[in-house]
């Protein structure tokens, strides 16, 4: 009997699961609505970032704007005044001395040494340490250098979009200070989890000036030829100090004691903060509310006030829309998300190098920490080279430029194809590096692999990250931070992968399987010139951010025409009134 109930019920029921079944939405549908909701709110958000951004921008230039009616936030009162640039300003940053100019650049690659090179100081003193706190995991043994980039994974999500908010000077300044209490403790360190706690703190803080550079630049410079000669300085410096540092540890660790590896961090680290100290703020939008505060401290009754004071600020805002925007960049944005995967293999590859060259020339060759730290050099030659190559590049797009060539007129022929020569030179240098590291080869000839690879690594940072800066201009801090975010999280994960790679597949087969790799990724520059303009059709945040630029363009060109017209105007009637 209860059996027959049981089945009874069970029949009754089954149809009803049927038609509810039914009448749902399948699970493929539901994700291609939230999909659908999730790029509206991402795309709504960065329209609305973009426009308040650009709105600024206006009002700090004088350009009439079209919906100057609306922004109720830059005019609350009539008897408020919005503070702007005048004309040829001398502390408008765009019309500073090339000297001034310079230092600031100079500055940077100073201080951006710091952050890259504290990056490998634990490279060959790793044995050192873990000898003295007792440490014999390989996978342990990885961690300074890990936990270092785990910090440069989480830093510039901060850093960037910090600094398009309250300015570039306090963020890399204080960031700088704080790093090198910690680079401090690194030297004091008691024992091993606590120095693994002190390396992350130390690359949180080092991953500043990797975020808010590329936006001083872009502060000071406004025309794209300057500002690319810039970043190409600020390119190569990135890649000395992870250089000079296997020098440092190579040759303390065997004589004073590997913590002097950060005591002359730190050494360095102070004589740069001299430097840093003089570094003036370039956001504009600070400097005209430090303006504006000047003005109202003379005068109080002055109702003067910078755009980016009466704009609504709020945690909200600041949590949504300025926190969220490297993120929403690497998500949503085709550009960046290619830029990312290829940057963030190379820059793994850089940094996997630093357990690979002491297999290869500590293993095969048996030289000493320091002499092993010293072949690290020729990549640094291969940047040199790679400046050459850049300038070489640029001089013959100018030469083009003059004579209107049609190729000229295209956005990605501007940096893009120095990633052309750069790629395959990376690939090379991999095969170069495996195949020739063998006792019959002298360890000479195995180190000059490193002259393609630093040329390459270069000449490929220089085309994407130039072309990150080109696409979003006016948020480069928040492009590059994305771009450091996600290369540093390739970099802590692939060297944990290094010791085991080599081991099973050999030097050869690890450096082909690289190359390999490398090799796929070389598409994407190629992509980028081929699907250019569909690609940047494609991100909406980009496309936003020129469209509210161009929009701004074309009415600062109307309001100097209106200007020009009236001074003819004023011009004539004053020469018919001497007639008379």
């Given at each position: ?127 050192y340490m873990t000898a003295e706190w007792g440490v014999t995991s390989q996978t342990q043994k990885i961690l300074p250098q890990s936990t270092y980039l785990m910090g440069y994974v989480c830093g510039p999500l901060f850093w960037g979009p910090l600094s398009e908010q309250i300015g570039r000077q306090k963020i890399t300044v204080g960031a700088f200070v704080v790093f090198m209490v910690w680079t401090m403790a690194c030297a004091l360190a008691p024992n091993w989890p606590a120095f ?245 080869v002298p360890f000479a000839v195995v180190s000059l692999a490193g002259v393609p690879f630093g040329a390459g690594f270069v000449l490929i940072f220089m085309a994407l990250l130039n072309y990150l800066t080109d696409a979003y201009e006016i948020f480069a801090a928040s492009a590059n931070a994305a771009a450091s975010s996600a290369r540093s999280l390739f970099a802590v994960v692939l060297p944990l992968a290094t010791t085991p790679m080599f081991t099973r597949l050999g030097i050869s ?72």
């Amino acid at each position: 009997m209860d059996s027959d109930s049981d089945h009874t019920d069970d029949s009754r029921l089954q149809p009803r699961r049927i038609a509810t079944n039914a009448s749902a939405p399948s699970t493929r549908s539901r994700l291609r609505i939230a999909h659908t909701n999730f790029t509206e709110l991402v795309q709504t958000i960065s329209k609305q970032d973009a426009a308040d951004r650009y709105r600024t921008e206006e009002a700090d230039n004088r350009v009439p704007s079209e919906d100057a009616g609306d922004a109720r936030s830059l005019t609350d009162t009539d008897e408020r005044v919005t503070i702007s640039w005048e004309e040829n300003d001398k502390e408008n940053p765009h019309n500073w001395s090339t000297a001034r100019k310079w230092y600031i650049v100079i500055t940077a690659m100073i201080v951006v040494i710091n952050s890259t090179m504290g990056s490998a100081l634990s490279s060959m003193a790793v044995p050192y340490m873990t000898a003295e706190w007792g440490v014999t995991s390989q996978t342990q043994k990885i961690l300074p250098q890990s936990t270092y980039l785990m910090g440069y994974v989480c830093g510039p999500l901060f850093w960037g979009p910090l600094s398009e908010q309250i300015g570039r000077q306090k963020i890399t300044v204080g960031a700088f200070v704080v790093f090198m209490v910690w680079t401090m403790a690194c030297a004091l360190a008691p024992n091993w989890p606590a120095f693994l706690v002190f390396r992350f703190l130390t690359g949180a803080f080092a991953s500043a000036p990797m975020a808010t550079v590329t936006g001083i630049v872009a502060d000071v410079y406004d025309d794209p030829v300057s500002r690319g000669r810039a970043m190409a300085w600020f390119m190569v410096m990135t890649l000395g100090g992870p250089l000079f540092a296997p020098i440092i540890s190579g040759f303390c660790s065997t004589t004073i004691g590997w913590r002097w590896s950060f005591w002359v961090g730190l050494i360095y680290a102070g004589i740069s903060l001299i430097f840093l100290l003089f570094l003036p703020e370039t956001y504009a939008p600070v400097l005209l509310t430090r303006r504006a505060v000047k003005i109202r401290k003379e005068n109080p009754k002055a109702q003067v006030y910078s755009s980016m004071e009466l704009e609504e600020q709020d945690f909200r805002q600041l949590m949504t829309r300025v926190l969220t925007r490297p993120i929403r960049m690497i998500i949503t944005e085709l550009i960046v998300t290619a830029t990312c995967i290829y940057l963030a293999l190379i820059y793994a590859i850089f940094y996997m190098s630093f357990q690979a060259f002491p297999l290869i020339f500590q293993g095969i060759y048996h030289l000493s920490p320091g002499v092993t730290g010293l072949l690290f050099l020729p990549i640094g030659a291969g940047g040199l080279v790679s400046l050459a190559v850049f300038f070489a590049y640029d001089r013959f797009l100018r030469d083009a430029q003059a004579r209107n060539a049609p190729w000229t007129q295209k956005e990605e022929y501007r940096r893009v194809p120095l990633a052309f020569l750069g790629g395959p030179l990376f690939v090379i240098s991999l095969f170069w590096l495996g195949w020739s590291a063998r006792a019959d080869v002298p360890f000479a000839v195995v180190s000059l692999a490193g002259v393609p690879f630093g040329a390459g690594f270069v000449l490929i940072f220089m085309a994407l990250l130039n072309y990150l800066t080109d696409a979003y201009e006016i948020f480069a801090a928040s492009a590059n931070a994305a771009a450091s975010s996600a290369r540093s999280l390739f970099a802590v994960v692939l060297p944990l992968a290094t010791t085991p790679m080599f081991t099973r597949l050999g030097i050869s087969g690890a450096c082909s399987l690289l190359g390999g790799l490398s090799l796929l990724m070389c598409a994407i520059p190629y992509i980028f010139i081929w699907k250019g303009e569909r690609i940047r059709a494609g991100s909406k945040f980009s496309m936003a951010l020129r469209q509210r630029k161009l929009e701004m363009q074309q009415r600062a060109e109307e309001k100097q025409r209106r200007k020009e017209k009236a001074r003819g105007d004023s011009g004539l009637l004053m020469n018919k009134e001497e007639n008379v």
